[in-house]
């Protein structure tokens, strides 16, 4: 069972940064769309940050250029670096890779990594 690990998350002031990282060990055939959603208490999940296989990026509109998403395909990784992080950005943050296990499988997967805890505050 593929399973996505990520670390990186904790308690930071605000202005201050963190940086998410998600990886797998798995072997991988082949790696399509990578992201990031947070999902804060008592409000849905929402778009972080996503990265095509071509490097093209997608960000929430609260983003305003504080973070950055990157990728290392070798490594079956994503990151995300956020820099003057605010009270607001507290939430559980979740990756996302859509990939294929096999040459044999003909669509995209979806796998969800299981969260990690960013608290923003003094």
């Known amino acids: 069972q593929l399973q996505l690990v990520e670390s990186g998350g904790g308690l930071v002031q605000p202005g201050g940064s963190l940086r998410l990282s998600c990886a797998t060990s798995t072997n991988i055939f082949s790696i399509n769309a990578m992201g990031w959603y947070r999902q804060a208490p008592g409000k849905v999940r929402e778009l972080v940050a996503s990265i095509t296989s071509g490097d093209m990026t997608n960000y929430g509109d609260f983003v305003k250029g504080r973070f950055t998403i990157s990728r290392d395909n070798a490594r079956t990784a994503v990151y995300l670096q956020m820099n003057s992080l605010k009270p607001e950005d507290t939430a559980v943050y979740y990756c996302?890779?859509?990939?294929?296990?096999?040459?044999?499988?003909?669509?995209?997967?979806?796998?969800w990594g299981g969260g990690t805890l960013v608290t923003v505050s003094l």
């Open positions: 996302n890779i859509d990939l294929k296990l096999t040459r044999y499988d003909r669509h995209w997967i979806r796998y």
